[in-house]
C-alpha cells in the first residue's frame, strides 16, 4: 500500500482583541454610566390651637407631608449599579398669635402666649432615608388693659435643608423599571401649636408650615454585555466546515472566540460578560471543543480564544450544533441584567460544527469482496477464428460508510500485450458503491501460446479531502492460443474415437503416400 500525504483545513485564525495572550481576561475596574432626573416639590400645611374657658392651654397637632414619583431606571439602558437622590430645599414656620380682652377696667396690660414646632423632618425612600432637626418658635401677644385685642403678632423661621442618599445596594432592584407599584419619594414633619389666655379670655396660635425646594435623582450603570464570535462586531452564529477527511487522519484544529463585544467608547464602562450553559446536539461525538462550562466577567473588547476538532476514527456524514447561553455579569441590580432566558436573541450565541470523514476507496474485480487479481483465458483459436470477447468488472467496493471516489492512474502491461486488448482508459473515476464493465480482446492472426499481464495502478481520488490518501494496483491476466487447422485436426484426433480417428486420417494419409510416389 503506498500514502501520500494531503493538506486539507487550515486553522482559522483567531481574532483576539485588545489582547496579547489568548487567556480569559478579566474586567478592569468599572466606571459607570449616569442618567439623571430632577423633580420640583412644594409642601404646605396650617394648624391653630385656641384657649379659652379654664386655665391651662390649648394645642393642636397635624403633618406636613408630601410625596413624589420619581421614574424608575430604564433596563434597557443596562445594568444599575447606583442610586443617588440629592435634596435640595427649604422648611420654614410662621408662627401668629391672637388674643381676646376681658372687658374690665382693672389696670395693667393683659398677654397670650403662643408656642409651634415644626418637627422633626424625614425623607425617606426605598433603601435610604434622612432626617432633620425640629424648628420650634414661640411668642407672646401684650396689650393694655382697656379692652383691647392683641392680633397679628407673628415670626418667621426659615431653614435650610439639603440631603444626599445613598441607595443600598439590597434596595436597587426596587428602582427598576417593572417593579410594583410606584416608586415615591416621602416627605413628612409633625407639627403642633399651643396656645395660652394668661389674662386674656381667649388666645389662639396659628403655625403655618411649608417645605419646598427640588429633588435629583442620579442612576449609575453599565452598558450590558454583548456576547459575539467578534469583539469588534455582532455575529452570533459561527459555521465551522472542516471538509472531507479520510479515516484515521488528523484534520488541523479550527479556532473561533467567545466575546463581549465592546459596546461604549470606554470599555470599563460595560458590565462583563458570563456564560452560564453550553448544551449541544446532534453528532457531539464527532467533534471536539474546548468550550468550557461557564465562565465569569469576560470584559468588554476581550475574548476567550476556543478550538474545535474533527474526530476521524469513524466515516459519516457530521453534524453538531452548540447553544451557548449568556448574561450579564453578576454586579448591580439583578432586575437589570440581562440574560438568554429574557433576551435570548441577544445572549445566546450557536457554534455549528460539520465535517465528512470517508473509507478510502477499495479497487476490486468482484462486487463482492476484495479481489486485486482476474485471469481471463481465451482458450485454444484457430488461426483467424474470430474470439468471442470476455468482459470484467472493476468495482469500488462501499462498507457501507461514505468512502472516496476510486481513480485509474495508471496501466501498464507485459508480456505478448500486442495479442490483446483491453479497454482503455478502463475508467477516470469510480464512486463508491459503483463499477465498470470493460472487455478484453485476443489476435488470432498468428499462431502460438500468448500470455500477457495489465497493471491497473490505482487509488484513492483525493480532490477536496484531507489525510493520506492509498494507492494499490489491480492484475489483469490474459492468455489464449492459436492453433492452424491441421493441428487442431490433430489435436482433435488424440481424443476422437478409434473409428472417427480412421475416417479422419485417411485424406490425410493418400496425401502423403502421393507426393511421396512424386519425390
Known sequence: MRTQKRHGLRPLAAAISLAATCGL??????????STAGYGFSDSASITGTHSGAAGAGSSTGTLAGSSTIARFDPALGVLTGAQISLNSHRSTSLAVTGTAQNTAAPGSQNADASATLGAATLS????????????????????????????????????????????????NAYVAGAPGALSVTRSAALSATATRNSFSSATA???????????????????????????????TQNIDFGTWFVGSTP?????????????????????????????????????????????????????????????AAA???????????????????????????????????????????EHANGSFSANAAQTTLNIDFGTL????????????????????????????????????????????????????????????????????????????????????????????????????????????FNAAHVAEPGTLALLGLPALAFALRRARRG
Do not use: K
Not at 25 to 34: D, E, G, H, I, M
Not at 132 to 157: D, E, I, K, M
Not at 207 to 235: M, T
Open 125 to 172: 425612600a426605598p433603601g435610604a432615608s434622612a432626617s432633620f432637626t425640629a424648628l420650634s418658635r414661640t411668642q407672646t401677644c401684650t396689650t393694655s388693659h382697656n379692652g383691647n385685642n392683641c392680633n397679628g403678632h407673628s415670626s418667621t423661621v426659615n431653614s435650610t435643608t439639603d440631603a444626599t442618599l445613598d441607595i443600598a445596594a439590597g434596595s436597587l
Open 252 to 312: 488541523s484544529a479550527a479556532a473561533f472566540l467567545l466575546a463581549n463585544r465592546q459596546m461604549t467608547p470606554n470599555a470599563a464602562n460595560q458590565v462583563g460578560l458570563d456564560l452560564d450553559q453550553v448544551s449541544g446536539s446532534g453528532n457531539t461525538a464527532a467533534f471536539t471543543t474546548g468550550l468550557p462550562a461557564g465562565f465569569a466577567n469576560l470584559a468588554a473588547g476581550q475574548g476567550l480564544a476556543q478550538t474545535a476538532g474533527l474526530n476521524t
Open 316 to 358: 459519516g456524514n457530521f453534524a453538531a450544533s452548540y447553544q451557548l447561553a449568556f448574561s450579564d455579569a453578576d454586579v448591580g441590580a439583578s432586575a437589570s441584567r440581562h440574560s438568554a432566558g429574557d433576551h435570548p436573541a441577544d445572549y445566546t450565541l450557536n457554534l455549528n460544527l460539520s465535517g465528512r470523514v470517508v
Open 25 to 34: 481576561l478579566y474586567a478592569p475596574a468599572q466606571a459607570a454610566l449616569v
Open 382 to 489: 484457430l488461426l483467424g477464428e474470430a474470439a468471442a470477447g470476455q468482459s470484467f468488472d472493476i468495482y469500488n467496493l462501499l462498507s457501507g460508510s461514505p468512502a472516496a471516489a476510486l481513480r485509474l492512474f495508471d496501466t501498464t502491461w507485459s508480456g505478448d500485450a500486442t495479442h490483446f486488448s483491453v479497454c482503455s482508459p478502463v475508467f477516470a473515476t469510480l464512486a463508491a458503491g459503483s463499477g465498470q464493465t470493460c472487455s478484453a480482446g485476443f489476435d488470432t492472426s498468428q499462431l502460438g501460446h500468448f500470455v500477457a499481464s495489465y497493471r491497473f495502478d490505482i487509488g484513492d481520488d483525493a480532490s477536496g479531502i484531507g489525510g493520506d490518501a492509498q494507492y494499490s494496483s489491480l492484475y489483469l491476466n490474459l492468455s489464449g492460443e492459436v492453433v492452424a487447422p491441421l493441428e487442431a485436426a
Open 206 to 236: 396659628t403655625l403655618d408650615a411649608a417645605w419646598h425646594g427640588n429633588l435629583h435623582v442620579q442612576y449609575d450603570y453599565l452598558a450590558h454585555a454583548a456576547p459575539s464570535f467578534s469583539p469588534s462586531s455582532a455575529q452570533s
